[in-house]
């Protein structure tokens, strides 16, 4: 069956810190990848999808993917988080067959002022 | 509308009691899905509508749950006999046909079970 794996359920930053939150995904068909982001009190929004072509994504708020399918991996990164990044990121992932989106579990960053 | 309504945004309801949330996708999206959201865990799959196909129905938790969309557009997520388990936010969220652009979010109900 589709599964999402995120590996930091929690993971706590620096202003300024580097960013890199890990997603694995299970199905081998073709698909395509997303990362939403829920800041709190607020409705999940879309950070950056992938559907195909550079898999090097850039995303809003200076957020960035890289798909690579040979790992089945799509880890979001940013350069230098800000304290208004403290919000829950989800990673997604449909099929083409079904087209039912799948998430991961989750990872809530808290960035330190 | 501009995005895709869900109500009520909050209920609480006494366990045992039925329950009906509401979603108001994007108009023209033939796509619509049902996901819940239990504290600290991630957004389990509950049930895809695309179009005029068979929904799939796989990640209803059990027969108490049940869904349907009316006219290609509205749905509404019910759920009987509520346990104290159910309490999660319910998102609705609707795409384009599913090779589009990507998902829209409502805002999500509350559903407190007491």
């Known amino acids: 069956a589709q599964s999402v794996s995120q590996h930091n359920h929690h993971v706590i930053l620096s202003e300024a810190a580097s960013l890199e939150l890990g997603c694995n995904y299970s199905y081998g068909g073709t698909v395509n990848l997303f990362w939403y982001v829920q800041y709190p009190g607020q409705h999940l929004q879309l950070l950056l999808k992938y559907f195909s072509g550079d898999p090097l994504v850039k995303g809003i708020k200076g957020f960035e993917a890289e798909f690579i399918k040979s790992k089945f991996s799509f880890n979001l990164r940013k350069p230098s988080v800000q304290w208004s990044d403290t919000a829950e990121y989800f990673c997604a992932v449909n099929n083409h067959n079904t087209g039912k989106l799948i998430f991961g579990q989750g990872t809530t960053l808290q960035v330190k002022p | 509308g501009a995005g895709v309504s869900q109500s009520p945004s909050n209920k609480v309801t006494e366990k045992g009691k039925d329950v009906e949330l509401r979603c108001d996708p994007i108009?023209?999206?033939?796509?619509l899905y049902w996901y819940r959201q239990s504290l600290g865990q991630g957004l389990e799959f509950l049930i895809y509508?695309?179009?005029?196909?068979?929904?799939?129905k796989s990640g209803l938790p059990s027969d108490r749950f049940s869904a349907e969309r009316t006219g290609g557009s509205v749905s509404t997520l019910t759920i009987q006999r509520t346990q104290q388990e159910d309490s999660a936010v319910y998102l609705c969220?609707?795409?384009?046909?599913?090779?589009?652009?990507?998902?829209?979010f409502g805002s999500g109900t509350r559903l407190t079970v007491v």
């Open positions: 509508f695309q179009g005029n196909s068979a929904p799939d």
């Open positions: 108009s023209g999206h033939t796509a």
């Open positions: 969220a609707s795409s384009p046909p599913f090779e589009g652009s990507g998902y829209t």
